[in-house]
């Protein structure tokens, strides 16, 4: 069965403390993985598609990884703004549709 | 602005009271799609379409319809709520040649009594 994992479930951060959120998964073939980010009581936001294994993106304090397992969200010197839910979905090769993961809510205090 | 709107935003009904929650976008997408967020549970597909007058089931389609009779609404219809699906319920699009990234309404929150 195609699953998609996150880990941690929830994250708490100082300010300016850099970490990872991880997104694990198994598929039977994959198309794409995507990150997004959901503030409470807003719709998810598209931040990254990730193709193929050893790609990066960046955007200002966030850079995605992929390898053929697992992708990571890394977070830079954080702010509070980047408080928010992050979540990871897959394309599946003959889906429409994407898997999502159940989410990392992060929480970085000032 | 490029938007989704899903209306209403928040809906408290009861046990088999028919209800319909709207969706439009204004960005000429050929792609719709609902999802409903549960807690432990994620986001997960209940119909999407493909173009007007083409829908398909998702992961979890019983106890809804949908019909795509305009290109930039996709109503999600409950012809008889019941309380299981009390849920957030997100409505989002695509560009046909882009495979993911989705466009997503604010939500609607329904809870069935």
């Known amino acids: 069965e195609d699953q998609v994992t996150q880990s941690p479930e929830a994250l708490r951060l100082q300010e300016g403390e850099s970490s990872s959120l991880n997104c694990s998964y198994t598929?039977?073939?994959?198309?794409?993985l995507f990150w997004y980010r959901q503030d409470p009581g807003k719709g998810p936001e598209f931040l990254f598609t990730l193709y193929s294994a050893g790609e990066e993106k960046e955007k200002e304090r966030l850079k995605a990884t992929l390898t053929k397992k697992e992708s990571f969200l890394h977070i830079t010197a954080p702010k509070p703004e980047d408080s928010a839910t992050y979540l990871c979905?897959?394309?599946?090769?003959?889906?429409?549709?994407?898997?999502f993961g159940q989410g990392t809510r992060l929480t970085i205090n000032p | 602005e490029a938007q989704v709107t899903q209306n209403p935003r928040y809906l408290i009904t009861v046990t088999g009271k028919k209800l319909t929650v709207t969706c439009s976008q204004n960005?000429?997408?050929?792609?719709m799609s609902w999802y409903r967020q549960d807690p432990g549970l994620g986001l997960r597909q209940i119909y999407y379409s493909m173009n007007v007058e083409v829908t398909d089931k998702g992961d979890v389609p019983e106890g809804y319809k949908v019909s795509r009779k305009e290109k930039r609404n996709f109503p999600l219809i409950l012809e008889s709520p019941s309380p299981n699906q009390t849920s957030l319920y997100f409505c989002?699009?695509?560009?046909?040649?882009?495979?993911?990234?989705?466009?997503f309404g604010e939500g609607s929150r329904l809870t069935v009594l």
């Open positions: 979905a897959v394309r599946i090769q003959g889906a429409q549709k994407l898997v």
């Open positions: 598929v039977s073939g994959l198309r794409g």
């Open positions: 960005m000429n997408h050929e792609y």
């Open positions: 989002a699009s695509r560009d046909q040649r882009n495979t993911g990234e989705l466009f």
